[in-house]
């Protein structure tokens, strides 16, 4: 049974960081890309940052695009999102999703129950 277990999230400053983890257990990071997607208050979940099933490729949303970062560490089967600059619009319900296939724009089929990240001014 895939879980995955989202931490990190906090309250924080505008201008400040944040690094999230979600650690992964019943598959490991190689069996098909990862992905971080957010929900802000009253609106969708969306894209924030994936990477394939290998770790060779990354891609980002534009609007976190040079301030967050997606990495995975395979031995603790953990995938980080590293913040940097926050503002008050990355604030949300951040979320790590698992999926089968190997690259970042196919369908994930897991998901972690979210963690939580306010910006304040």
């Known amino acids: 049974q895939v879980r995955l277990v989202e931490s990190g999230g906090r309250l924080v400053q505008a201008g400040g960081s944040l690094n999230l983890s979600c650690a992964v257990s019943?598959?490991?990071?190689?069996?098909?890309?990862m992905a971080w997607f957010r929900q802000a208050p009253g609106k969708g979940r969306r894209f924030v940052a994936g990477?394939?099933?290998?770790?060779?490729?990354?891609e980002y949303s534009d609007s976190v695009k040079g301030r967050f970062a997606i990495s995975r560490d395979v031995g603790e089967n953990t995938l980080y999102l590293t913040m940097h600059d926050l503002r008050p619009d990355d604030t949300g319900l951040y979320y790590c999703?698992?999926?089968?296939?190997?690259?970042?724009?196919?369908?994930?089929?897991?998901w972690g129950p979210g963690t939580l990240v306010t910006v304040s001014l």
């Open positions: 999703a698992a999926s089968t296939q190997r690259w970042i724009d196919g369908d994930y089929e897991f």
């Open positions: 990477v394939n099933w290998s770790g060779a490729t990354t």
């Open positions: 019943g598959r490991t990071l190689s069996d098909g890309a």
